[in-house]
């Protein structure tokens, strides 16, 4: 007998396969921007926002249900951001463990109307003294989340009620615009029952919680972090690597956040008008003055008496620029400019699904909505 054949058993057993990465499942493109810089080249998470769609009215295809299935991890924004891939989440059974990040203690939060920014040195230094304490909130977060996701349910709870807050939202909108209060009881009227199910289908309410918290870099940041210690937890033998990672990526958002501020500091306190109201983390971290909406919420469309005050108030606030943006109708805008000397802007994409997919995009949808705003505030 060769003296190798006893040998062969012995050296399968002394060279076990490398455990795989985690497989990991994202909703929106600056999720999955982070997510993808954070894992590198050890594997490529999915995500299941098609290129193009909106993040607010989509609908899983049947393989992207068996995907999310099938994940370990699934990194998402929120149910106020992607209501669908909250009953997908509890439609599939999923297996593993789905991350909230707005729900993370570390996120900052604000609501929709928000003038004031938050003090920024004060959260980044909070951020900096996170990152010297060893991450030991690590393990809060996961109380946190062990604790019967109460958040969550409060938030189903509030969506599932009856939507009331829809009504909260048009008086929100209505303080200090008396001479709008006709229009909205014009718009209000006949139309409650097809509100109420749009949102509750397609789109979240424009009152309370604003969940497009990644457009503040201080969240990206929380959120990278979260990210790399989640996979750490799950694939230790790669945790120096995500956590390398992880430091690359937070220098390039630090980056990326001050290219932003070099961009936009001509643009001052110029207003502006954008279609929906998607960027108040984005003006209150970067000092940008939005003075107005044309939508009501992500289902609505503005109606004519809306658009003719809309119209009124470009002409009297003196708005520099009004913005379109991606997934929604332009023709609205062009009905309100006109005769009103307010340009028009490039269309806005807050969530980046029209930007290549990657570890880039994050950066990439920072800076470009800046260079949109200042080229158009600049024109003479």
Do not use: K
């Amino acid at each position: 007998m060769s003296p190798l054949r006893p040998l062969l058993p012995l050296a399968l057993i002394a060279t076990p396969a490398l455990a795989e990465p985690p497989s990991v499942m994202t909703d929106i493109p600056p999720v999955h921007a982070l997510a993808s810089s954070v894992m590198g080249d050890l594997a490529a998470p999915g995500i299941l926002l098609d290129q193009g769609s909106d993040p607010h009215h989509f609908q899983l295809r049947p393989s992207q249900a068996r995907a999310l299935s099938d994940a370990d991890l699934v990194f998402w924004v929120g149910p106020r951001m992607t209501p669908w891939l909250g009953r997908a989440i509890e439609g599939v059974g999923l297996q593993g463990e789905a991350i909230a990040l707005i729900d993370l203690p570390e996120t900052h939060r604000q609501n929709f109307g928000e003038a004031a920014a938050h003090d920024h040195d004060d959260h980044d230094a909070e951020e900096h003294a996170h990152e010297e304490a060893g991450h030991d909130d690590h393990t809060d977060e996961h109380a946190h989340e062990e604790t019967g996701h109460d958040d969550h349910a409060d938030e189903h709870a509030h969506e599932e009620a009856g939507h009331d807050d829809h009504a909260d939202e048009h008086a929100h909108e209505e303080t200090g615009h008396d001479d709008h209060a006709d229009e909205h009881a014009h718009e209000e009227a006949g139309h409650d029952d097809h509100a109420e199910h749009a949102e509750d289908d397609h789109g979240h309410s424009h009152s309370g919680l604003d969940p497009h918290a990644w457009l503040d870099p201080a969240n990206a940041r929380a959120w990278t972090r979260a990210i790399a210690a989640r996979l750490s937890a799950a694939d230790p033998e790669n945790a120096a690597t995500y956590a390398a990672n992880a430091d690359a990526t937070l220098a390039a958002i630090d980056a990326a956040e001050a290219e932003v501020r070099e961009i936009l500091a001509p643009v001052g306190d110029a207003p502006i008008m954008v279609f929906h109201d998607a960027y108040g983390y984005y003006a209150a971290h970067f000092g940008v003055n939005v003075a107005g909406s044309i939508a009501l919420g992500d289902a609505a469309n503005p109606g004519a008496a809306r658009l003719s005050a809309l119209r009124d108030h470009l002409r009297e606030d003196d708005i520099a620029c009004i913005f379109p943006e991606a997934q929604h109708d332009p023709a609205y805008v062009a009905a309100i400019v006109e005769g009103t000397g307010t340009r028009v802007g490039a269309a806005l994409d807050p969530s980046g699904s029209t930007l290549e997919y990657g570890p880039a995009l994050y950066g990439t949808l920072l800076t470009g909505l800046a260079r949109d705003i200042a080229e158009c505030v600049g024109q003479e």
